[in-house]
C-alpha cells in the first residue's frame, strides 16, 4: 500500500457515471460496459496506467487521486465546471436544413454529426431548420468516478510504454534502457515534432531518463 503523488504513474482501473440518473458513460470493465449497452468494438477494456497530473485523463479526477491510497477502491464527485465545463448557450446553434442537404443528411432529434469539423447533436428538427448544441455530450453534468487505483509503477519501461500509448498511440514499440538512455524502435517513423515533444515529456517527468532515441525496427519502413 502507498501514497499517490503528482507525476506519479498508477495502473487504475475505473467506471465513471452520471451523478443523476447513475448512467455509466465510460469504463475500463468489459463487463460493465456491455451491461450498460457503453460496449464500444474494438475498445481496449483493461487497467491503464497514467501520469498523475499530467491531464491523461480528466484533470478533476487525476486531483483527487493524489493523496489516496493504493489498493483500494475510491468513489470521487466531480462538478461540471472540474469535468467537462458548463454548458454554453452560444454553442446551441439553429442551422438551416439546407447544410445538412448539402452532406446528405437526415437531421432527427438525437442525431450526432460533425459540421465543418465540430462535434454537435441534433435537438430539434423544426420547418426548414435545426436545433443543434455542439457543447460536449457531458456539459453541464456533474460526474462520479469509481477508480480503484492498483499499484505504482516504478519500473523506467513501463513508464515509458505508458507514455507512448497516452500520448502518442504507439502500442507496441520495444524499448531498450541502458544507464537512464532509451532507444525505442518503431514499426513506423512518427513525425519529427512529435519524438521531440515525447523526449520533453519524457525528461520531465521520468527522472531516470537521461535521453531518449527514435529508430524503426530492422526490416520496418
Known sequence: MAIVKKHDFV????????????????????KVARENDVYSKGAEYSPVVICVGENSILKGLEDQMIGKETEKEHTFEIG??????????????????GKFR???????????LNIDGVFGIVKTVSGGRCLVDFNHPLSGKDLVYKV????????DREKLASLLKTHIGVKDAEIELK??????????????????EF???????????????????????
Do not use: C, W
Not at 495502473?11 to 468489459?30: H, L, M, P, R, W
Open 11 to 30: 495502473e487504475i482501473e475505473y467506471t465513471g457515471s452520471i451523478k443523476e440518473g447513475n448512467a455509466v458513460f465510460d469504463t475500463t470493465d468489459e
Open 102 to 112: 448539402q452532406q446528405r443528411i437526415q437531421p432527427v432529434p438525437g442525431l450526432q
Open 80 to 97: 461540471s465546471e472540474n469535468a467537462f465545463g458548463r454548458k454554453d448557450a452560444k454553442l446551441i446553434r439553429m442551422i438551416s436544413m
Open 148 to 155: 480503484n487505483i492498483n499499484r505504482i509503477i516504478s519500473d
Open 179 to 196: 544507464e537512464g538512455n532509451a532507444e525505442i524502435k518503431l514499426k513506423y517513423p512518427i513525425p519529427k515534432h512529435a519524438e521531440e
Open 199 to 221: 523526449k520533453k515529456i519524457a525528461g520531465r517527468i521520468i527522472p531516470g531518463i537521461k535521453g531518449v532515441s527514435f529508430t524503426i525496427a530492422e526490416g520496418k519502413k
